[in-house]
């Protein structure tokens, strides 16, 4: 079986890592610590294919520990146990270094079945994991850890990696390879910060590419097709996933259309349509809310029409609906007067019904006052009468406050007209 590129190009040293200048350029801290030699237990975070196992293994040579590798998705309590047993061995004499990649798929079980050993230092950790470790990672654990954040590489650090590889793989051939003007620098671009994505489709480019007069050329139109999508970095169930949502609803929060529509665009790209319709109707009701009541069955018929249509044409009435959310005014009183009164209800802050409330149809023996006494507001002018509808503990209570758009505006004009009437007349 061939070893893929990305693992015969791994880099050996520090200063070969693509990327990552905010941790391993001379003299920032992860450098320096190590250059110490003294290593700490170690969290590294971060999207695949940006140097976290590399940096791992280079730091694995660098120590007279014995490195145990594990992977979350395949390890379970056994391998752990088989790790802890090797402890106080001829063959971990140091203690041991274990590198733990994708640690968010034990379970918390099996991360605490590591913390005895980690706390005396018979253990060093090094887990990476592309999901938030704050998340997934217990806390006691990782109470015990220093977490790295590694960032996706910019297409100028991945230039450098690709030229390389086109290079090696001409010596590793023995054949010469051309590649058409603008080839590097797209798929620097399309791997979307993945540098073994980078390095994958540069293999791809090679093998794909025909041989013509003892030369093999790589042409634009190949090197598009071969890295098509490869750009999107998308999981249903990770961070990702979040991260484009949040930014989703945020820039049609902030009223920008050209953003909105981009990571619109990245939703429905990857076919999540039930995802974006739903935070667009999210974003309808908090963030345009009373300052455009209208604009919620409006994106209401959007989305239905959306997922009566599905893919691709879905992306027509989406398209319309995110503009004129971004366009609409914004008004999030409703919402904020809502969770002002949950927050009440969860403090406790309740009572009885008022009598006038209730669903009243027979006064006890007990009962000195008899009747109700509600007063029906249809009786009087414009409807509206004043009395008590909040519970005794909560009769002052002011939830909800007019937003400052036209809308909303014209209806506290409306009703302080009409309650400083009924104060007259009262």
Same mark, same amino acid.
């Given at each position: 079986?061939?070893?893929?590129?990305?693992?015969?190009?791994?880099?050996?040293t520090l200063d070969e890592i693509v990327g990552q200048r905010h941790l391993l350029a001379p003299g920032k801290p992860l450098r320096r610590i190590i250059e110490s030699g003294e290593l700490p237990n170690m969290v590294f975070y971060g999207p695949s294919g940006v140097g976290k196992t590399t940096l791992a293994s280079i730091i694995a040579r660098r120590t007279d520990r014995h490195l145990v590798r594990l992977n979350g998705t395949t390890a379970g309590t056994a391998e752990i146990k088989d790790v802890i047993s090797r402890l106080d061995s001829f063959l971990a004499p140091n203690g041991i270094l274990l590198y733990l990649d994708e640690i968010q798929y034990l379970n918390k079980k099996q991360q605490q079945t590591l913390l005895e050993y980690?706390?005396?230092?018979?253990?060093?950790?090094?887990?990476?994991?592309?999901?938030?470790?704050?998340?997934?990672?217990?806390?006691?654990?990782?109470?015990?850890?220093?977490?790295?954040e590694f960032k996706s590489v910019g297409p100028a650090d991945v230039v450098p990696a690709v030229e390389r590889a086109f290079t090696f793989l001409r010596d590793e051939r023995g054949e010469p390879i051309e590649t058409e003007a603008g080839v590097t620098e797209h798929i620097a671009r399309a791997c979307g910060g993945d540098v073994r994505k980078a390095m994958n489709a540069v293999e791809l480019c090679v093998l794909s590419a025909p041989l013509t007069d003892g030369v093999r050329r790589v042409t634009m139109e190949a090197a598009a097709e071969l890295t098509q999508k490869s750009a999107m970095r998308y999981d249903r169930a990770g961070d990702d996933h979040y991260d484009?949502?949040?930014?989703?609803?945020?820039?049609?929060?902030?009223?920008?259309?050209?953003?909105?529509?981009?990571?619109?665009?990245?939703?429905?790209?990857?076919?999540?349509?039930?995802?974006?319709?739903?935070?667009?109707?999210?974003?309808?009701?908090?963030?345009?809310?009373?300052?455009?009541?209208?604009?919620?069955?409006?994106v209401k018929a959007a989305v239905d029409a959306a997922m009566m249509v599905g893919l691709p044409e879905a992306r027509i009435p989406l398209a319309d609906a995110v503009v004129l959310?971004?366009?609409?005014?914004?008004?999030?009183?409703?919402?904020?007067a809502f969770d002002a009164a949950l927050t009440d209800i969860k403090a406790g802050k309740s009572g009885p019904i008022p009598r006038t409330l209730q669903?009243?149809? &027979?006064?006890?023996? =007990? *009962?000195? /006052?008899?009747?109700?006494?509600?007063? !029906?507001?249809?009786?009087?002018?414009?409807?509206?009468?004043?009395?008590?509808?909040?519970?005794?503990?909560?009769?002052?209570?002011?939830? &909800?406050?007019?937003? =400052? *758009?036209? /809308?909303?505006?014209?209806?506290?004009? !409306?009703w302080d007209r009409v309650k400083q009437k009924e104060g007259r007349s009262t």
């Amino acid at each position: 079986m061939s070893v893929p590129l990305a693992e015969r190009l791994r880099p050996q040293t520090l200063d070969e890592i693509v990327g990552q200048r905010h941790l391993l350029a001379p003299g920032k801290p992860l450098r320096r610590i190590i250059e110490s030699g003294e290593l700490p237990n170690m969290v590294f975070y971060g999207p695949s294919g940006v140097g976290k196992t590399t940096l791992a293994s280079i730091i694995a040579r660098r120590t007279d520990r014995h490195l145990v590798r594990l992977n979350g998705t395949t390890a379970g309590t056994a391998e752990i146990k088989d790790v802890i047993s090797r402890l106080d061995s001829f063959l971990a004499p140091n203690g041991i270094l274990l590198y733990l990649d994708e640690i968010q798929y034990l379970n918390k079980k099996q991360q605490q079945t590591l913390l005895e050993y980690i706390e005396k230092g018979s253990i060093t950790l090094i887990a990476s994991t592309t999901e938030n470790p704050y998340f997934y990672i217990y806390n006691a654990i990782l109470s015990r850890s220093t977490v790295f954040e590694f960032k996706s590489v910019g297409p100028a650090d991945v230039v450098p990696a690709v030229e390389r590889a086109f290079t090696f793989l001409r010596d590793e051939r023995g054949e010469p390879i051309e590649t058409e003007a603008g080839v590097t620098e797209h798929i620097a671009r399309a791997c979307g910060g993945d540098v073994r994505k980078a390095m994958n489709a540069v293999e791809l480019c090679v093998l794909s590419a025909p041989l013509t007069d003892g030369v093999r050329r790589v042409t634009m139109e190949a090197a598009a097709e071969l890295t098509q999508k490869s750009a999107m970095r998308y999981d249903r169930a990770g961070d990702d996933h979040y991260d484009i949502l949040s930014a989703f609803q945020k820039s049609m929060r902030g009223s920008d259309p050209n953003a909105a529509l981009h990571y619109l665009a990245r939703l429905l790209e990857a076919g999540d349509l039930p995802s974006a319709c739903r935070r667009l109707m999210v974003c309808a009701c908090e963030d345009v809310g009373l300052a455009y009541p209208m604009i919620i069955p409006i994106v209401k018929a959007a989305v239905d029409a959306a997922m009566m249509v599905g893919l691709p044409e879905a992306r027509i009435p989406l398209a319309d609906a995110v503009v004129l959310v971004c366009n609409s005014p914004k008004s999030n009183s409703a919402y904020l007067a809502f969770d002002a009164a949950l927050t009440d209800i969860k403090a406790g802050k309740s009572g009885p019904i008022p009598r006038t409330l209730q669903n009243v149809h &027979y006064d006890g023996e =007990d *009962n000195p /006052t008899k009747g109700q006494f509600y007063v !029906y507001p249809h009786d009087f002018e414009n409807h509206w009468v004043a009395q008590q509808y909040l519970p005794d503990a909560l009769k002052n209570a002011e939830y &909800y406050r007019f937003g =400052d *758009n036209k /809308t909303e505006q014209a209806a506290r004009e !409306y009703w302080d007209r009409v309650k400083q009437k009924e104060g007259r007349s009262t």
